[in-house]
């Protein structure tokens, strides 16, 4: 058995001080101890000068992408038009992306990452997933230019889905966003998912995607025309990709909403009115990489709506650490206190992927990994550029 304690513990709920967690050999969490803040030495008592957190969970990350590390650069890409317009074209399969799916696993587990939400259209990763220390729940997305190629479009992603569940590992068969999932896809897609308990989407990732459901105009539109998508096959009855994306999705699912780079007051009411099951989850690092902006995550705390936190892949970050991704909410919305962040990367995250009775908080019972963050801001309780992360179990 370990005795830990720290300064303050943010247990995923609450905040404690310098409270005392016993964990047995399995890092499990056997009993947590509120000191009030008065702490004596104590034999066989470890006290760090930090903060305990929950391990945290990535919601949203493409590990078969992480070869891609440096490939598209940021100062190069205007937008997510311009992003696709690239990412199609330089994604390949080189011989080494193998050691960098593995390379970038070990890496988020150095960061505090306990369970990951993982986009895949391969099953390149799937004999990693099998043996990490990670847990992985696997969206096996799928997306194509036109009716015609849908059905071989499906069949992958059912086969790969299939491999999934022969590996005991677990996922389900997701659209990547209403713009890139025509109508027959899209069929298939709903006709397979009615037993599916999680799913995600792309949603309002850039500032064109609306006015291409609106109209099938516009900069977005523009690229996936070029990129020789059929958008007579795609019909676009909702007034806004958000609208279009929930009505292609089961209400009582837990629903990922990715990005929301650009969505509104009016449509996280639409969404949140829609269903309980709303993650709305975020990956600032990449939309600054990408869009140069960030979405109005002080108008979603205010609301209080579930919030998540993800990485994105290596191909629009240098990094895979959702400590760095608080730190830039934290760098231009200081107002967001915290203990809410360390919600949204632990407990929402787990509550999303349904593993919430084992991580996402510090509670008997529970192995959620311990992550001690140092440089911390003790006066205004919140993250240092500084700050860094050590895992502790
Ligand atoms: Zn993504």
């Not at 990129?227 to 909702?238: H, I, N, R, Y």
Request: proline residues 3%.
């Amino acid at each position: 058995m370990k005795r830990i304690s720290a300064a303050f513990i943010y247990t995923g709920k609450s905040i404690l001080k310098k409270a005392i967690i016993e964990i047995d050999d399995k890092g499990k969490i056997i009993n947590i101890i509120d000191t009030k803040g008065k702490i004596k030495e104590q034999e066989s008592l470890k006290y760090y000068n930090g903060v305990i957190v929950p391990g945290f969970i990535n919601a949203h990350c493409h590990l078969e992408l992480s070869h891609m590390k440096g490939m598209i650069k940021s100062e190069t890409v205007k937008g997510l038009p311009g992003f696709i317009d690239e990412i199609v074209s330089k994604r390949n399969f080189p011989e080494d992306m193998h050691d960098k799916i593995h390379k970038a696993d070990r890496e988020m587990r150095i960061n505090g990452i306990v369970a990951v939400g993982d986009i895949s259209n391969t099953d390149d990763s799937f004999e990693l997933k099998k043996n990490s220390n990670i847990y992985y729940y696997t969206f096996v997305e799928t997306f194509t230019t036109s009716n015609t190629t849908a059905t071989e479009t499906f069949s992958t992603a059912e086969r790969n889905h299939l491999k999934l569940k022969e590996n005991n590992l677990q996922g389900a068969i997701v659209p990547h966003a209403s713009y890139s999932v025509p109508d027959k896809l899209k069929k298939m897609i709903i006709d397979y998912n009615k037993d599916a308990q999680i799913i995600s989407i792309h949603n309002q990732e850039t500032s064109s995607e609306d006015e291409m459901i609106k109209s099938k105009s516009g900069e977005l539109a523009e690229v996936m025309l070029k990129k020789g998508f059929v958008l007579s096959d795609f019909t676009f009855d909702k007034n806004s990709s958000l609208e279009l994306n929930l009505s292609e999705l089961k209400k009582s699912c837990n629903i990922l909403l990715i990005h929301n780079t650009f969505s509104k007051e009016k449509d996280i009411d639409f969404a949140e009115n829609f269903s309980e099951n709303i993650y709305w989850t975020f990956c600032p690092l990449s939309n600054q990489y990408i869009e140069k902006t960030l979405p109005d995550l002080p108008l979603f705390y205010e609301k209080g709506v579930k919030t998540c936190i993800g990485t994105d892949s290596y191909a629009s970050n240098t990094k895979l650490s959702v400590l760095s991704e608080l730190k830039e909410i934290t760098k231009s919305f200081p107002q967001i206190p915290f203990v809410k962040l360390i919600e949204s990367a632990c407990l929402n995250g787990a509550k999303a992927l349904k593993i919430d009775d084992k991580y996402g908080s510090i509670e008997v019972g529970k192995n959620p990994g311990l992550n001690l963050i140092t440089d911390f801001d003790f006066e205004k309780m919140n993250l240092k550029v500084s700050s860094k992360i050590k895992v502790l179990v």
